[in-house]
């Protein structure tokens, strides 16, 4: 069986243009199936350790309205230190 549990990341870019020492993080997704099992937390902790060892200062989190709003995704996000930040589904952490 092939793994389905992924977080993809990349550096962020905004009407063209690289914003400096930023990163994106546009998707995570663990297979239902396997959800509540710490998945989604290693594999966010992975990436934000990447993410920071590859020296970007700030990271961008994006989700649909509906996911970010959702309080466990939402309370699930805020334990791995992002916040909101009032723009849409936006979320973010600082390092």
Same mark, same amino acid.
């Given at each position: @069986?092939? /793994?389905?549990?992924?977080? !993809?990341? !990349?550096? +962020?870019? &905004? /009407?063209?243009? $690289?914003? %400096? =020492?930023?990163?994106?993080?546009? =998707?995570?997704?663990? /297979?239902?199936? @396997? ?14 350790? %990447?993410? =920071? !060892?590859?020296?970007? %200062? =700030? ?5 649909? /309205?509906? &996911?970010?709003?959702?309080? +466990?995704?939402? !309370? ?6 992002? &916040? %909101? $930040?009032?723009?849409?589904?936006? @979320?973010?952490?600082?390092?």
């Amino acid at each position: @069986m092939t /793994d389905l549990n992924y977080c !993809s990341w !990349s550096k +962020c870019i &905004e /009407d063209g243009v $690289t914003i %400096e =020492k930023t990163a994106l993080i546009s =998707k995570l997704f663990v /297979d239902e199936t @396997m959800r509540g099992n710490g998945i989604g937390r290693e594999l966010m902790i992975s990436a934000l350790e %990447e993410i =920071k !060892s590859e020296g970007f %200062e =700030k990271v961008i989190l994006w989700a649909e /309205d509906t &996911e970010i709003h959702n309080t +466990c995704l939402s !309370s699930f996000y805020e334990s791995l230190g992002f &916040e %909101e $930040t009032g723009v849409g589904a936006e @979320m973010e952490i600082i390092f």
